[in-house]
């Protein structure tokens, strides 16, 4: 247990790990303090980010944060291995096995019910979360992880506010612009047909000249 790195369950301190992936990604890894922190993150990730936990061991709750347009089929593999191998370091039993299974989901698909123990979670679609393998632990990832700690106290509810509001600014400017780009369609569409109208009538054929009307109106008085 000396070699694992351990998440302290000590105190209630809402304190938060952050980590940076390998360069040139420099992705943010974030995992809580213990149980409790785990509760906040569960509520309160945002639509970006990424679980991760040791499959069917305690773990701490390990969070990848995309970029923003990125799904779970963008993580680099070398980003992979950054938080499968974290995960496995913070497990009590995970971190003293080898071939230890990782599981992964976007936070959207985590669930919390009535019932459920402080830092439990389940999943709202089982068809979305992902298993990989960690065959042994890599010291030099995980020290790599380590030199780039960072402890921190954030405000995980304001946090995730303000990123839906983002969202719903983000999807209302959309609608806006595409109600604006279907109008522009229109009237181009309008343009287009008065246009051709104007050309067809201007066709010699449909054109009456006066020589035409007034042997038109000759006969009409002969």
């Not at 990832?141 to 946090?159: F, G, I, Q, S």
């Not at 400017?173 to 109208?197: F, G, P, V, Y």
Request: aromatic share 8%; net charge neutral; hydrophobic share 30%.
């Amino acid at each position: 247990v000396r070699d694992c790195i351990l998440v302290n369950s000590l105190n209630n301190s809402k304190m938060v790990f952050y980590f940076t992936s390998r360069e040139p990604y420099n992705m943010l890894i974030y995992m809580g303090k213990d149980k409790f922190e785990n509760e906040e993150l569960i509520a309160y990730g945002l639509p970006e980010d990424i679980w991760f936990h040791v499959d069917n061991l305690s773990s701490a709750h390990v969070y990848l944060r995309l970029p923003i347009g990125n799904t779970i089929d963008d993580i680099p593999e070398e980003v992979l291995e950054d938080c499968t191998q974290l995960v496995k370091q913070n497990s009590i039993q995970g971190c003293k096995q080898n071939n230890v299974s990782i599981v992964y989901t976007p936070w959207s698909n985590l669930k919390k019910t009535q019932g459920m123990e402080v830092g439990q979670v389940g999943f709202h679609d089982q068809k979305l979360v992902r298993k990989t393998k960690i065959a042994k632990k890599i010291n030099t990832v995980v020290n790599r992880l380590l030199k780039t700690k960072k402890e921190e106290y954030p405000d995980l509810r304001a946090m995730h506010q303000g990123r839906l509001s983002e969202i719903r600014l983000d999807e209302k400017n959309l609608k806006e612009k595409q109600k604006r780009d279907e109008q522009a369609k229109i009237e181009a569409q309008k343009k287009e047909e008065d246009l051709r109208s104007y050309k067809d009538f201007m066709k010699p054929e449909k054109m009456t000249s006066n020589l035409d009307v007034g042997d038109n109106l000759e006969e009409d008085f002969m």
